[in-house]
């Protein structure tokens, strides 16, 4: 009992004030340090009627990707079969006892696990459970997420943005870091370990201190969130008459390398997982036609409403695009799944009946698995040609869509044409006495011919 009186113990002396100071805390990696290198997790993901096996494997593939993007790296997966998610433990007890002994065994020869992520958003009730058998740090999806665009937030709008979004999310699970401490009777209970419990009194009042200052502090945010809606509407107010195009897509798609192309700018692209925050817009000119052209934070699946709520001044860019074009990493073996997940989104965002076109990026890294002729099962997505492929989306989409790749600069004319012929016919519908029109403009030197 030694070992998790006091692993409680300083876990229930942290108080807002201290939860505070790990908020946006913009070092360049969470959990990877300079001299203890990277910290180590173990991802858990479960099975189920709605979710298969393969599902899974892909969902903790993109756990794995959002860790590593945080800095740690990956020692175990868990999965377990079950009809669905235990609202006491998430999973069935036997799988924690099991992940304990794994946990022990590791610290035992001195392989110290750091944390275990879960791959859906946990209740209040499941983390504390959860803690309490496994005695390590518990993440969840959402809160590795929030931890990546705390580290990745740079203007004082994206940083108040995450900030109320950790808040939102950290609020409704407070209690758990005081439970333990009741049951211990205000002090009496051996509380050894830094932070003396006897010294804190009785701990629903600390609980309504802290939820006190968060709810302060979040009001503050908010505040200061309208402020910046309001500057930037006069901002985007002042842009003149030009067609507004949203570049939107799930994370890592190619977004920001393709505005890099399209706009001769330098914006931030890597591939880590959210790489862009922040919107950037740049003016476009194709042969006579300038337009505005906006990079946004990149989609992904399970974002929970109250994160895309708390990126609203970010998404009204989306919100306010006369045309959105959607990027789709074609050599991502799960594209379609991704589509669906974007399309989910800018429903939610009241997005959907906008005009959109789909550019399909990286057919350079496109691969598939060629069938022998005599090989008579069924053809899966993994044997699909890409001519064939590119054939299906263009029946399907009428058209509206293209197939490049950003990095080799594959079709970029033939997409410009296409932005081009789209941008255009908006752009005479929205404002049909507009001269821009009909002058010819230099890309380079911008001056009328
Ligand atoms: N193979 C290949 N890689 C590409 C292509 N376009 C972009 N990439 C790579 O994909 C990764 C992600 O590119 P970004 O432009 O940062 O993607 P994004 O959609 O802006 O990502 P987030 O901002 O994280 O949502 C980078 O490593 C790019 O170099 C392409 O056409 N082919
Ligand atoms: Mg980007």
């Known amino acids: 009992m030694g070992r998790k009186d006091s ?3 300083s876990r229930s002396a942290t108080s807002a004030t201290r939860m505070q100071e790990g908020l946006g805390n913009a070092s360049k990696q969470k959990f990877y340090h300079e001299e203890q290198g990277p910290e180590t997790a173990i991802l858990v993901g479960l099975i189920t009627p709605q979710q298969n096996e393969r599902k899974t494997k892909e969902y903790l593939d993109e756990l794995e990707f ?4 945080a800095g740690a790296v990956t020692v175990k997966r868990f999965t377990q079969r079950m009809s669905g998610p235990s609202s006491v433990t998430y999973l069935g007890i036997g ?5 304990r002994e794994y946990i022990q065994a590791e610290e035992d020869a001195e392989r110290e696990v750091a944390m275990v992520i879960f791959d859906d958003e946990l209740s209040a009730k499941q983390l504390r459970n959860i803690e309490v058998e496994l005695k390590v740090k518990i993440l969840d999806r959402t809160s590795l997420i929030l931890d990546i665009f705390a580290m990745r937030a740079q203007t004082a709008n994206a940083k108040t943005q995450v900030e109320l979004a950790q808040y939102r999310y950290m609020l409704p699970r407070l209690q758990r870091l005081w439970t333990h401490l009741e049951r211990q009777g205000g002090g009496s209970g051996g509380g050894g370990g830094k932070g ?8 629903e009042t600390q609980l309504e201190m802290d939820r006190r200052i968060i709810l302060n502090r979040m009001s503050l945010l908010k505040q200061r969130l309208a402020e910046i809606d309001r500057q930037k509407t006069t901002q985007r107010g002042n842009r003149g008459r030009m067609i507004r195009v949203a570049l939107v897509g799930y994370t890592n798609v190619g977004k920001s390398t393709l505005l890099n192309l399209l706009a001769k700018s330098e914006v931030f692209a890597e591939n880590k997982l959210f790489a862009t925050l922040d919107t950037t817009v740049r003016k476009v000119i194709i042969d006579n036609l300038p337009f505005l052209l906006s990079d946004t934070v990149g989609f992904i699946r399970k974002l929970p409403t109250d994160l895309v709520e708390s990126f609203k001044s970010t998404l009204d860019e989306v919100r306010e695009a006369d045309l959105l074009v959607h990027v ?6 799960d594209f379609e799944d991704q589509i669906k997940v974007v399309d989910k989104t800018l429903a939610d965002l009241g997005c959907a009946e906008k005009p959109q ?3 399909f990026n990286k057919v350079d890294a496109y691969t598939w698995v060629e069938k022998d002729e005599d090989d008579l099962t069924e053809m899966t997505k993994e044997n699909i040609p890409l001519p ?5 989306w263009m029946a399907r989409l009428k058209g509206d869509c293209i197939f490049i790749s950003a990095r080799e600069r594959t079709n970029i004319d033939e997409l410009r044409t296409l932005l081009y012929n789209k941008v255009r016919e908006l752009h005479v519908q929205k404002y049909p006495y507009n001269d821009f029109l009909f002058t010819h403009y230099d890309e380079e030197e ?3 011919e």
Do not use: F
């Open 7 to 9: 692993y409680n113990t």
């Open 328 to 333: 789709v990493d074609i050599s991502h073996p």
């Open 95 to 99: 799988k924690l006892k099991e992940m």
């Open 196 to 203: 003396s419990v006897g010294l804190r009194g009785p701990g």
């Open 66 to 69: 959002l860790a590593t993007t």
């Open 357 to 359: 076109m789909i550019i």
């Open 446 to 448: 911008q001056q009328p």
């Open 388 to 392: 064939d492929l590119m054939h299906t």
